[in-house]
Structure formats: structure tokens, C-alpha cells
């Protein structure tokens, strides 16, 4: 099973959803407007290297005008959200959550928010081990443990909103 990174899976995920080829430019779009809300945007030429990596890897189908996901690129897509690790990153969380979000396969979202459920239980464990261990270690230890346990829960709490 192949790893993707956030922006391959957003793009595949885009991509995923959608009956028709898209341009190039309007994947740009897309995905900048999707990551605009936790992120900075993209550039061009990140995105248009990465639709060329996806392309070479067979995982959309490419020409001058247009682009569409592959058979491959489903599959990569699908094992992806269902089966790889979860995210070491909040952000990469986040941008995993607007994935599955965009998803219109019930059996690939159901899946996808089971394990990043699983995800945000586990780190819900390890916030709390560390709120509770080492208690005097400082002012700045315990406001950034106390920031990642609050990380925690609210990734859980959306989590469990957009999967109702």
C-alpha cells in the first residue's frame, strides 16, 4: 500500500467525486479553496507537479486539456483512507478529515472515519499521559500539553460531526 501525502490525497479525493475530467486549473481551485480554511494555499506549481506525479503513477488519467482519476488512483485513494496509519500531524489530520469529507463512497467514508476515530481516541491517550506526567515542568511544558489535549478534543469533536 502506497502512502500519499496531504496534497496527493486531496487532490485524489477532489478528483474522486467528480463524473467529469476536470482542468488542471480548476483542481488548483478546488484544493485551494478546501485548504484555505486550515491552511495557506497551494501553488501552481506544487499542484502541477503533483497532478504530474499522480499521472506518472498512473493514479489520473492526464491529457492537454484535462484530468480524471484512475481505477489506480481509486484504489490508491480508498486504501489510503481506510488502512494506512493515521496522520502524525494535526494539520495533516485536518486535511484527511476534509478528504473523507469529500468522499461520496459511504463504505470508504465509514471506514476512513472509523480509523481516524481510533486515531483521536489513541491521542486522546497519550494528551492525557502527558497532562499528568511531569508536573513540574514549567510554565511552557504544561501550556503546549495543555494545547495538544485541547488539539485533541477538537479534532475528535469535528470528527464526530461531519461523520453524523
Not at 502541477?48 to 481505477?71: F, P, Q, R
Not at 494545547?147 to 479534532?155: A, F, G, I, K, M
Request: with cysteine.
Amino acid at each position: 500500500m502506497r502512502l500519499l501525502n496531504p496534497l496527493q490525497t486531496l487532490i485524489l479525493a477532489n478528483l474522486y467525486q467528480r463524473q467529469n475530467p476536470i482542468s488542471r486549473y480548476e483542481a488548483m481551485a478546488n484544493l485551494n479553496e478546501i485548504t484555505s480554511l486550515i491552511s495557506h494555499p497551494y501553488s501552481p506549481g506544487a499542484v502541477y507537479h503533483c497532478i504530474k506525479g499522480l499521472a506518472t503513477d498512473e493514479m489520473i488519467n492526464l491529457n492537454h486539456k484535462s484530468l480524471n482519476i484512475s481505477a489506480v488512483g481509486q484504489a490508491a485513494l480508498a486504501a489510503h483512507l481506510t488502512q494506512s496509519p493515521p496522520p502524525a500531524s494535526f494539520l495533516y489530520t485536518l486535511y484527511e478529515i476534509l478528504a473523507i469529507q469529500s468522499i461520496n463512497d459511504p463504505q470508504i467514508k465509514n471506514q476512513g472515519w472509523q480509523r481516524l476515530k481510533v486515531s483521536m481516541i489513541k491521542n486522546n491517550h497519550t494528551a492525557e499521559y502527558l497532562a499528568h506526567s511531569d508536573k513540574e515542568s514549567g510554565n511552557l511544558a504544561a501550556a503546549l500539553k495543555y494545547c495538544h489535549q485541547e488539539l485533541v478534543r477538537s479534532l475528535s469533536r469535528i470528527s464526530i460531526e461531519l461523520s453524523a
